[in-house]
Protein backbone atom coordinates (compact mmCIF):
# COMPACT_ATOMS: atom_id res chain seq x y z
CA UNK A 1 0.00 0.00 0.00
CA UNK A 2 1.12 3.69 -0.60
CA UNK A 3 0.25 6.94 0.27
CA UNK A 4 0.21 9.76 -1.26
CA UNK A 5 -0.16 13.00 0.38
CA UNK A 6 -0.47 16.51 -0.99
CA UNK A 7 -1.48 19.94 0.02
CA UNK A 8 0.72 21.48 2.67
CA UNK A 9 1.58 24.88 1.87
CA UNK A 10 2.34 28.27 3.96
CA UNK A 11 -0.80 30.88 5.11
CA UNK A 12 -1.12 33.32 7.67
CA UNK A 13 -2.89 32.64 10.62
CA UNK A 14 -6.36 32.58 10.67
CA UNK A 15 -6.31 30.69 7.35
CA UNK A 16 -7.21 27.77 6.06
CA UNK A 17 -5.78 24.77 4.35
CA UNK A 18 -7.05 21.30 2.79
CA UNK A 19 -4.39 18.07 2.63
CA UNK A 20 -5.30 15.58 0.81
CA UNK A 21 -3.73 11.43 0.82
CA UNK A 22 -4.66 9.04 -1.33
CA UNK A 23 -4.20 5.24 -0.80
CA UNK A 24 -3.24 2.67 -3.55
CA UNK A 25 -1.67 -0.87 -4.03
CA UNK A 26 -3.50 -4.55 -2.98
CA UNK A 27 -5.34 -4.80 0.42
CA UNK A 28 -7.78 -6.53 2.16
CA UNK A 29 -9.14 -3.49 3.84
CA UNK A 30 -8.73 -0.13 5.22
CA UNK A 31 -9.68 0.21 8.68
CA UNK A 32 -8.89 3.68 10.20
CA UNK A 33 -7.42 6.54 8.31
CA UNK A 34 -5.79 9.45 9.95
CA UNK A 35 -3.30 12.57 9.97
CA UNK A 36 -0.71 12.67 12.20
CA UNK A 37 1.52 15.77 12.65
CA UNK A 38 5.17 16.68 13.95
CA UNK A 39 7.07 19.82 15.12
CA UNK A 40 10.58 20.13 14.78
CA UNK A 41 12.07 18.92 18.43
CA UNK A 42 8.36 17.27 19.48
CA UNK A 43 7.13 13.68 19.40
CA UNK A 44 4.71 12.93 16.20
CA UNK A 45 1.29 13.65 17.58
CA UNK A 46 -2.35 12.16 16.16
CA UNK A 47 -4.46 15.36 14.66
CA UNK A 48 -7.82 13.72 13.51
CA UNK A 49 -8.67 10.02 12.51
CA UNK A 50 -11.17 8.19 11.08
CA UNK A 51 -12.60 4.79 10.63
CA UNK A 52 -14.37 2.78 7.78
CA UNK A 53 -18.02 3.41 9.49
CA UNK A 54 -17.08 7.99 9.88
CA UNK A 55 -16.50 7.69 13.47
CA UNK A 56 -13.97 10.16 14.01
CA UNK A 57 -11.84 11.80 17.21
CA UNK A 58 -9.54 14.72 17.22
CA UNK A 59 -6.49 16.27 19.32
CA UNK A 60 -7.98 18.47 21.64
CA UNK A 61 -5.93 21.66 19.88
CA UNK A 62 -8.05 21.13 16.86
CA UNK A 63 -11.28 20.89 17.63
CA UNK A 64 -14.27 22.69 16.07
CA UNK A 65 -11.39 23.43 13.72
CA UNK A 66 -10.31 20.98 11.55
CA UNK A 67 -12.69 18.05 10.28
CA UNK A 68 -12.20 14.82 9.28
CA UNK A 69 -13.20 13.27 6.07
CA UNK A 70 -13.15 10.21 3.93
CA UNK A 71 -13.93 8.36 0.61
CA UNK A 72 -13.67 4.78 1.10
CA UNK A 73 -14.58 3.71 -3.05
CA UNK A 74 -11.54 6.68 -3.54
CA UNK A 75 -9.37 5.37 -0.66
CA UNK A 76 -9.00 9.01 0.05
CA UNK A 77 -8.87 10.81 3.15
CA UNK A 78 -8.96 14.35 3.76
CA UNK A 79 -8.62 17.14 6.24
CA UNK A 80 -9.97 20.71 6.16
CA UNK A 81 -7.86 22.86 8.80
CA UNK A 82 -9.69 26.18 9.49
CA UNK A 83 -8.59 28.83 11.75
CA UNK A 84 -4.86 28.06 11.73
CA UNK A 85 -2.65 29.15 14.12
CA UNK A 86 1.25 29.47 14.33
CA UNK A 87 1.08 26.42 16.57
CA UNK A 88 -0.03 23.97 13.87
CA UNK A 89 2.75 24.69 11.85
CA UNK A 90 4.30 20.82 11.43
CA UNK A 91 4.94 18.06 8.96
CA UNK A 92 1.34 16.43 8.74
CA UNK A 93 1.94 12.73 7.91
CA UNK A 94 -1.40 10.56 7.16
CA UNK A 95 -1.69 6.84 8.13
CA UNK A 96 -3.88 3.94 7.06
CA UNK A 97 -4.23 0.80 9.36
CA UNK A 98 -4.48 -1.58 6.62
CA UNK A 99 -5.67 -5.27 6.80
CA UNK A 100 -3.39 -7.38 4.46
CA UNK A 101 -4.64 -10.40 2.89
CA UNK A 102 -2.78 -12.18 5.24
CA UNK A 103 -4.98 -11.60 7.70
CA UNK A 104 -2.18 -9.05 9.07
CA UNK A 105 -2.73 -5.68 10.29
CA UNK A 106 0.07 -3.46 9.00
CA UNK A 107 0.22 0.64 9.49
CA UNK A 108 1.25 2.35 6.54
CA UNK A 109 2.43 5.92 6.16
CA UNK A 110 2.25 8.68 3.60
CA UNK A 111 5.99 10.69 3.02
CA UNK A 112 4.55 13.77 4.98
CA UNK A 113 3.87 17.26 3.89
CA UNK A 114 4.47 20.94 5.48
CA UNK A 115 2.40 22.88 7.06
CA UNK A 116 3.67 26.22 8.08
CA UNK A 117 0.99 29.11 8.96
CA UNK A 118 2.77 32.35 9.98
CA UNK A 119 1.72 34.92 12.71
Known amino acids: VQLQASGGGLVQAGGSLRLSCAASGSRLWINRMGWFRQAPGKQRELVAAISSAGNTNYADSVKGRFTISRENAKNTVDLQMDSLKPEDTAVYYC??????????????WGQGTQVTVSS
Open 95 to 108: RADVLEWTGAGVNY
